[in-house]
Nanobody, 124 residues
């Protein structure tokens, strides 16, 4: 069992930045790959970024590549999503997720645990 709690969302103007945090508890954090997904109103939940257990490899969706950076601090049991150059189309509820032993970290159905989400709103 892994319990995830997101924080750091809020309202920001286009071009601004936010850093989301995902605090994990319940299991050894370092054993899990971590991912960020987002869901805008009326749309499907979509992949944003993921990082492997050793924090040596990351992958990001094309829509956020070069703007968002995923990272993790295993000593703090926390994953992060640094979001820069935010656009109105980034507005969504952002979810963090944990996965043990998966091959495709971009597929949301592969993740075992999910947080409740944090709202990010980008104004134009």
């Amino acid at each position: 069992q892994v319990h995830l709690v997101e924080s750091g969302g809020g309202l920001v103007q286009a071009g601004g930045s936010l850093r989301l945090s995902c605090a994990a508890s319940g299991r050894t954090f370092s054993n899990y790959a971590m991912g960020w997904f987002r869901q805008a109103p009326g749309k499907e939940r979509e992949f944003v970024a993921a990082i492997n257990r050793g924090a040596l490899n990351t992958i990001s969706a094309d829509s956020v590549k070069g703007r968002f950076t995923i990272s993790r601090d295993n000593a703090k049991n926390t994953a992060y999503l640094q979001m820069n150059s935010l656009k109105p189309e980034d507005t969504a509820v952002y979810f963090c997720a944990a996965a043990y032993s998966i091959l495709d970290v971009t597929t949301l159905t592969k993740y075992d645990y999910w947080g409740q989400g944090t709202q990010v709103t980008v104004s134009s």
